[in-house]
């Protein structure tokens, strides 16, 4: 095998997941397991998201496996998207002195309901902010990865 | 932790894009597409382990690739409209005709395939930050191309639904004709798509899409990409349409009569002997 083809599966390879993940000014609002069909968690900030998932903290303590519904506002969309998402991965967050409090729970989710037509926005979505992320206004490779949007 | 955008932009340096300039960049490309294709199931097995048809014998046909070092990762092949039409008239021939009436000049994007020894199976191209781009940035290649050196009005594509959702991210409409079974790839489905070149970036820009502008539409075009393309010469005719794949002996007498006509000091006698 050539060196640069060598060095480019290495790079894929060291992908750990197969969809990128973004870090966005995003929201989300869940309704929580075994409450009112109509109380919603207040909106949370995400701490990333991805074609497949999405990771946010809260102090609400969800459990593996559980399936909640996500209300997801995107700003280029003038309609939430409604999906149906997984508890997959779950961190207790314990502080230390001076830190900022963030939530005592990170979770990750997996989606795995959303309609076509939401599924086809939300893609275009993703595709366009990851160009964003990693090409400079001259269609170039940035220098650095694209401002990361944090809290 | 690597940067990730360090990784990213460290692997694109690694891939060049442009026309295919050999007989031996041509035959890679052709067998990528068989053996992607192949995995598809759009193919039945063949001895050449080749894909090509007798458009690939056009000397107006191109055929860009994504090398890295001398290995063909993607490929795409262009084929301008002629005579012989284009490939997918097989199917959308009414449709196709009503662009042509309007006097509208059109390509046909054909034999896209990328390897997928690089991402493995069911990696979405939309999701994915290097999946995404190896396969954008061919298509900004070939967009540049068919704008500049083509100068056509609408880039045509016959596409399996699966992928009807990118293509339509890119602009592309639907042709019409509704979704159709396409006997050159063993019955897969197909939908026509059309993009209105022309149209392209103010679409960009009144749809709020910067993203797609910036990918696409800025910098200017390096012609150096399209510069030295293979001329096929007799010998590589013979050898890819005669031995290796038998085109010119399915070839219907129009074909073959257009196609002497393109190289008119070529001795066909002596090629399809």
């Known amino acids: ?151 | 932790m690597v940067d990730n955008g360090i990784a990213i932009k460290s692997l694109f340096e690694g891939i060049e894009y442009r026309v295919a300039r050999s007989r031996e960049e041509l035959e890679k490309a052709y067998r990528l597409v068989y053996q992607e294709y192949r995995k598809q199931g759009y193919l039945d097995e063949n001895t050449s382990k080749l894909q090509a048809s007798v458009y690939n014998a056009l000397p107006q046909t191109t055929t860009f690739v994504a090398l890295v070092d001398d290995v063909v990762t993607a490929t795409a092949t262009i084929i301008p409209d002629s005579p012989l039409e284009l490939p997918m008239d097989d199917l959308y021939h009414a449709e196709l005709n009503e662009l042509r009436g309007e006097g509208k000049k059109l390509c046909e994007v054909s034999m896209l395939a990328s390897s997928s020894e690089l991402f493995g199976e069911g990696v979405s191209l939309m999701l994915n930050a290097k999946k995404m781009f190896l396969i954008f940035f061919l298509f900004k290649y070939i967009f540049d191309y068919v704008r500049i050196e083509l100068g056509v009005d609408y880039i045509c594509i016959a596409v399996n639904p699966k992928h009807a959702n990118t293509y339509d991210s890119l602009f592309f409409k639907n042709l019409g004709g509704g979704m159709k079974y396409y006997s050159k790839v063993n019955g897969a489905p197909a939908i026509a798509k059309c993009l209105n070149v022309q149209t392209v970036d103010e679409q960009c820009i009144s749809r709020g899409r910067q993203s797609l502008y910036k990918m696409f539409l800025t910098g200017p075009a390096d012609r150096d990409k399209f510069s030295r393309k293979v001329e096929l010469k007799p010998e590589d005719l013979k050898y890819f349409f005669v031995e290796k794949i038998k085109v010119f002996r399915d070839a219907t007498p129009q074909q073959l009569s257009y196609l002497k006509s393109c190289y008119p000091s070529y001795d066909f006698s002596r090629i399809i002997s």
Not at chain 1, 9 to 19: N, T, V
Not at chain 1, 59 to 68: A, T, V, W
């Open chain 1, 1 to 151: 095998m050539t060196s640069n083809l060598k060095k480019i599966k290495e790079i894929i390879a060291s992908d750990k997941r197969s969809c990128e993940r973004l870090e966005l000014p995003l929201k989300i609002r869940y309704l929580r397991a075994m409450s009112p069909a109509d109380q919603w968690s207040d909106y949370v900030w995400l701490d990333n998201i991805g074609g497949e998932g999405l990771g946010f903290t809260d102090d609400f303590e969800l459990s593996m496996g559980d399936k909640i519904d996500i209300e997801l506002k995107i700003p280029s969309e003038r309609k939430s998207f409604y999906m149906g998402g997984e508890i997959v991965w779950i961190r207790r967050n314990f502080l230390r002195r001076g830190e900022i409090h963030l939530g005592k729970y990170s979770y990750g989710l997996k989606i795995y309901r959303l309609e076509e037509e939401d599924k086809k926005k939300f893609e275009q979505f993703i595709s366009d902010s990851i160009i964003e992320k990693y090409l400079d206004d001259q269609g170039k490779f940035r220098k650095r990865e694209g401002k990361s949007y944090g809290r």
